[in-house]
């Protein structure tokens, strides 16, 4: 019997008063997959990720993230959230912490861990995305790579089990584009279920296990990278993917 | 401080009060001219009440001089209640201003209401409201109280200030991106959390220099205080013209008097355009 996928959507209804954005998404995501989700602005990507970790409530369907059921009035919120690490394209980094103190919060005051063990743990992290020395510095001082790198690690520092990355690159200017993306790389070889909204093709052919395309709030198509790459069958995707590519 | 990286697209990271400074500076900000002006003009009227006092007569500036002190008594008053109306106003109107982003809508609607209410009630019918309504003491078990006017006018003027200040609050917490709440939430904060720790700090620079300028205002609202009988600078430049029943002193006395309004406000306003300006790069 196949193992239980970490989260799995079904026939998700999304809508903002008569703006029906989500209409009808169904996919799973197994333990330790990277599944990246692309489409044309406006098709409900970033309302799609907020629906994981319930910072939008849907109106039907279901949402269950390693079992527990998203769209139950009776969730428990934070426990949820503690599970599940969200990165924006704005970064959101607090500007009046450090970088090192914006990876500490969370651990401390919401899982009430150790400051000794949250420092080193923090330290780790700013390690792992590469911005050793940069500890003290605040976000007004970093680059935009840098402070998503820090968001990134701020995110990891709760031991999420799966990340949410919502367009992390589109801010970004084109060089620093590829630090990012190679830490998310490292993250999805270490085996990090991943969720990632993305524009970048030749990212999401190299590290997506799995690629769904929505348009105006439905899945079109799907498929692994190799075959969705060449034999997207959909017209809108093939028009989508031909003005990318 | 920290600068900014040159040609960021962060929303947090824009500046606080993108509005540049308009030539000349803004409107309504006491400048060193203003108290050259009021200098000035206070010389002139010292001239011309030396030329029009008669044989005899003691000069303008000696009058002036003999009932100084009593002016500075009075002026102490003044800058005593506004402290007091500044401090209480501040943290009431703190709570008020939490009150007014309050997820409950009773509490929300309500606290709007009392902000409005006060913000455009005008200050002396408060002022009034206050001195007939309070009782002029407190018994509090076996404890007496007394209120003096002044304390009550204090209370009277702390009302405006607790309004303005909320709305001060309200502002700031709002003008912080709704980013930020998004991402506190998405690391599991709790809303008080969120706004303890992440919203609240980063208002704090925000609210400084809109709070100062509140301050000043205040200060210049004192003297309302003696149309209700607190003894205060203005009731007291009153006793001395009537004492000294001259007309010739009357221009001169007023314009001493808020030649000390202005010594007093002017540091005020340079401090707080400093941080307008310091914040606006610095963000
Ligand atoms: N909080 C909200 N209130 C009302 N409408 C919203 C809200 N959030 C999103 N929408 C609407 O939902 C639709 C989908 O938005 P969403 O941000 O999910 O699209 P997206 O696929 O992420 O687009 P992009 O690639 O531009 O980020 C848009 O029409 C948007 O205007
Ligand atoms: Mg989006």
């Given amino acids: ?245 | 401080m920290r600068a900014l990286p040159r040609g960021t697209d962060l929303p947090v990271l824009l500046p606080v009060a993108p509005r540049r400074a308009a030539p000349g500076g803004q409107a309504g900000r006491l400048r060193a001219r203003h108290g050259a002006w009021l200098a000035l003009a206070l010389l002139a009227a010292l001239a011309v009440g030396e030329a029009q006092a008669g044989p005899g007569e003691d000069s303008i500036v000696a009058a002036i001089l003999r009932w100084t002190p009593l002016l500075g008594q009075g002026f102490a008053l003044n800058v005593a209640m506004s402290f007091i109306a500044m401090t209480v106003g501040t943290a009431a109107g703190t709570l008020l201003g939490l009150c007014q982003i309050s997820l409950m809508p009773p509490v929300r609607g309500s606290s709007r209401f009392v902000t409005q209410f006060f913000r455009n009630a005008p200050w002396l019918v408060l002022l009034f409201y206050c001195m007939l309504l309070l009782p002029f003491e407190l018994r509090i078990g076996g404890v007496v109280i007394p209120l003096p006017g002044w304390v009550k006018a204090t209370f009277g003027l702390s009302l405006p200030v607790m309004a303005n200040m909320s709305e001060i609050v309200r502002g700031a917490v709002q003008s912080i991106p709704f980013g930020q709440w998004e991402s506190a939430e998405s690391l599991a904060f709790t809303r008080r959390q969120t706004l303890w720790m992440i919203i609240l700090p980063q208002c704090v620079k925000r609210m400084l220099p809109p709070w100062m300028n509140l301050y000043a205002i205040l200060v210049v609202g004192t003297p309302l205080c003696s149309i209700v009988g607190v003894n205060e600078a203005m009731t007291l430049t009153n006793d001395a013209l009537a004492a000294e029943a001259r007309r010739e002193l009357l221009v001169p006395m007023y314009l001493y008097l808020l030649l000390w309004f202005f010594l007093y406000c002017y540091p005020i306003a340079l401090w707080t355009g400093r941080l307008e300006r310091r914040f606006a790069v610095d963000a």
């Fill in chain 1, 1 to 245: 019997m196949p193992e239980q996928p970490l989260i799995r959507l079904v026939d998700v209804h999304k809508r903002f008063g008569a703006n029906e954005v989500l209409r009808g998404v169904g996919f799973d995501v197994p333990k330790g997959d990277v599944v990246c989700v692309i489409g044309p602005s406006g098709s409900g990507k970033s309302t799609l990720l907020r629906c994981i970790n319930a910072l939008v409530p849907i109106e039907q369907g279901s949402i269950r993230v390693d079992g527990r059921e998203v769209n139950d009035p009776k969730l428990d919120k934070l426990a949820l959230r503690r599970k599940v690490g969200m990165v924006f394209q704005q970064y959101n980094l607090f500007p009046h912490r450090t970088a090192l103190q914006n990876v500490m919060m969370a651990p401390i005051h919401v899982l009430k861990q150790e400051r000794v063990e949250v420092e080193a743990r923090a330290r780790r992290l700013i390690a792992k995305v590469r911005l050793e020395g940069k500890e003290d510095a605040f976000p007004g001082e970093l680059s935009g790579g840098q402070q998503q790198r820090t968001a990134i690690a701020r995110s990891l520092a709760m031991n999420p089990d799966v990340m949410l990355f919502d367009e992390v690159t589109a801010a970004l200017d084109p060089e620093t584009v590829k630090e990012v993306l190679v830490t998310i790389r490292e993250l999805a070889e270490e085996g990090m279920t991943c969720v990632i909204v993305t524009h970048e093709m030749g990212f999401a052919r190299e590290v997506a296990d799995h690629i769904y395309f929505t348009d105006r709030g439905v899945i079109v198509e799907h498929g692994a990278p190799r075959e969705f790459f060449a034999e997207a069958r959909d017209p809108r995707t093939r028009q989508f993917l031909s003005q990318i590519l």
